[in-house]
């Protein structure tokens, strides 16, 4: 047996595709991973550092910024980080923005500011032209208390490990009667857990099984410490669950990133061993759906998210989306029926957002690119 199955062989999770879900990993010890919001030099340089603690897809943070101002400034997709394998539609971008506004929006109120956020000001975006700014931010001095989220923006964290109670019916109606804007798009789902099982691991054996989808990922592993902290972005062991003597053994003896080994049947076999340990160990699963699918329901749900994850992280909860089953290429598209047949999607309603929900070790926190590289 050659060093690389013996650590495949050792039960750890490898390159987990759930990389390919919409939101990469944050956690505990990545504060100086991140541009401190309190220490930016402008107000719009403050908000953006806030937004940037927002989850994303893949963790591309595909993110620009036109500051017009010392507290003004439009907010762009940034096309070259944009995923079209798995992401066609830039369905999940458009969301990733929204999760960015939220965030901004809450976090900022911390520093005594408050955002005026317009979305589209120059028309609507649509997945075949990402020119025009998603939103134009005012940073205003806050004339009322911080929002009751403030303080957790930073600590936010998508969690893949398994989770050891879900999230409990009267917790979900709790948070709902907080933030009713979420009332009519928000779904606590704790029944029909055998097929929500197996629609999860379908979609995400589908995806890991096409290349293209696959070699997306692979693009933006970031296969050791070095390459993590010389990009700050990207998917990555630590942001998997990977930690300790195994993270250490996979990224120094074994080349993650060689097409030899991402593609090869072990690391499957390996990930999704590990992927089931924590989807079985669910018990309550979010869903967030809208009735249209437009770039204005698809940067609303973002924001819906991240204020529905910031929210549950109060009771210690957090989430993982499994965004395979709802992406938008031929490979998945069964396990996409067969969620919306589950949950009783109906006429032009989507299913914006669909994610396991429960009490977890805190996680790892990844890192964010520098703002001056964020800035048109």
Known sequence: MNRRDFILGSGVTVLSVSAIDLFAISGTDGKSRRPDPAAQ????????????HAPNPHNTQAWKFQVLTKTKFLFFIDETRILPMTDPTTRQVHIGCGAFL????????????????????EGMTSGKDLSLPIAVVEIEKLQDKPHALADLIRERSTSR?????PWERAEFEQTLALYPRLKDQVRLINTSLPALYGIAKGAMEAEMRTRRTS???????????????????????????????????LETFVDLK????????????????????????TRSFVALVTEENSPLDWVQSGRDYLLLQTAALQRGIYFHPLSQALQEFPEVAQFQSQLNDLLGIRDQQKIQMFARAGLSERPWKAHRR?????IL
């Open 41 to 52: 030099a402008t107000p719009a340089l403050k908000a953006i550092a806030c937004g940037l």
């Open 102 to 121: 939220e965030a901004l929006a809450i976090g900022v109120t911390s520093l005594g500011l408050t955002a005026k956020i317009s979305l589209f000001p």
């Open 161 to 165: 490990l398994p989770y050891t109670r």
């Open 215 to 249: 070699e997306e990922s692979r693009i933006w592993f970031r296969a050791n410490p070095k390459e993590i902290a010389k990009h700050g972005d990207g998917i990555s062991l630590p942001g998997l669950g990977t930690t300790g003597a195994k993270r250490w053994l």
């Open 258 to 281: 060689s097409h030899d080994e991402w593609f090869s049947e072990n690391t499957l076999a390996s990930v999704m061993q590990g992927f089931e340990k924590s989807l079985r160990s």
């Open 370 to 374: 520098k703002i001056e590289n964020l």
